[in-house]
């Protein structure tokens, strides 16, 4: 029995067959790695989009920070100086447009609260969560300017504001 014409066969063309075994295997390992460049860069924008939304947060958390520092500070000294971080946490900056929604820069406490709820459109864990946010910032807002105007209305005497209020 002669194998010949099969090996030459075989002789023949088995640089072509390793060539073409290894083109598949290339192909495969840059299909691998573009998979996981592409599932790195998402995994990326998800954690900058995350980083962002705590940002925001933070800024929102200092900012009602102010408020209620600036709020106390005024009522136990009457002080219109003690109210301009008041003001300037509930000054609007800039527009918020989605260009600049993740630039640094003076928002209002309820600017913050309009980027986070624009930041976070995709979850509605996070809205409903955020409709809570809303009122009960509305509340803490309605509180403080309460006590304010109630300051304001007696100055040079006691003023009689449920500092306990603020805890609801």
């Known amino acids: 029995m002669d194998h010949r014409p099969a090996e030459n066969f075989f002789m023949r063309n088995a640089t072509a067959v390793a060539l ?6 290339m192909l495969m390992a840059a299909l691998v790695f573009w998979r ?3 599932g790195s860069q ?3 924008r998800w954690l900058v ?9 933070d800024a929102l958390y200092n900012g009602l920070a102010e408020i209620q520092l600036s709020h106390r500070g005024y009522l136990l000294t009457g002080n219109a100086d003690y109210l301009e971080p008041y003001r300037e946490a509930l000054r609007d900056g800039r527009k918020l447009t989605a260009g600049n929604i993740s630039l640094p820069q003076h928002r209002s406490v309820r600017q913050e609260l309009a980027a986070i709820r624009a930041l976070t459109a995709d979850n509605p864990i996070q809205q409903a969560n955020l409709d809570d946010m809303d009122n009960l910032v509305a509340t803490f807002l309605a509180y403080t300017d309460e006590g304010v105007r109630a300051r304001r209305g007696q100055a040079g005497t ?10 609801e």
């Open 36 to 38: 996981q460049a592409s």
């Open 20 to 25: 073409a075994s290894l083109t598949v295997v």
């Open 49 to 57: 989009h995350t980083y962002g939304v705590r940002s925001h947060i």
């Open 42 to 44: 998402e995994a990326r």
């Open 158 to 167: 006691a003023v009689s504001v449920n500092l306990e209020r603020g805890r």
